[in-house]
């Protein structure tokens, strides 16, 4: 069974930056496509960033939204996916969310509802 759960988050100011860590049991992080996620409060839930498994080339997918911004990464001996958020904005403020499947498609990995597991998220606040 994959379990995922997020940390890192909390509070920062606009500008600076933040690292989350979704870390993964279960499975390899090397065999799992993940992505990060976040939703604001009345807000629909918003595709960040998904890296695929290394297996089909471990080739990263970014919003257009935090592409520059925000940085995916994949740590095998920590069995670990990160987000690193630089350049930090209010509007950023929500819970983040990584999400894992075994075999998306690449056209798939930017809908959460491909996803078979998830991480229970992190809040993340940014504010002066």
């Known amino acids: 069974q994959v379990r995922l759960e997020e940390s890192g988050g909390g509070l920062a100011q606009p500008g600076g930056s933040l690292r989350l860590s979704c870390a993964v049991s279960g499975g390899s992080v090397r065999d799992l496509d993940v992505g990060w996620f976040r939703q604001a409060p009345g807000k629909e839930r918003e595709f960040l960033v998904a890296?695929?498994?290394?297996?089909?080339?471990?080739?990263?997918v970014y919003a257009d939204s935090v592409k520059g911004r925000f940085v995916i990464s994949r740590d095998n001996a920590k069995n670990t996916v990160f987000l690193q958020m630089n350049a930090l904005r209010p509007e950023d403020t929500a819970t983040y969310f990584c999400a894992a499947d075994r075999s998306l498609i690449l056209s798939s990995l930017s809908r959460g509802v491909n996803y078979d597991y998830w991480g229970q998220g992190a809040q993340v606040t940014v504010s002066s």
């Open positions: 890296i695929r498994r290394t297996g089909t080339g471990g080739r990263s």
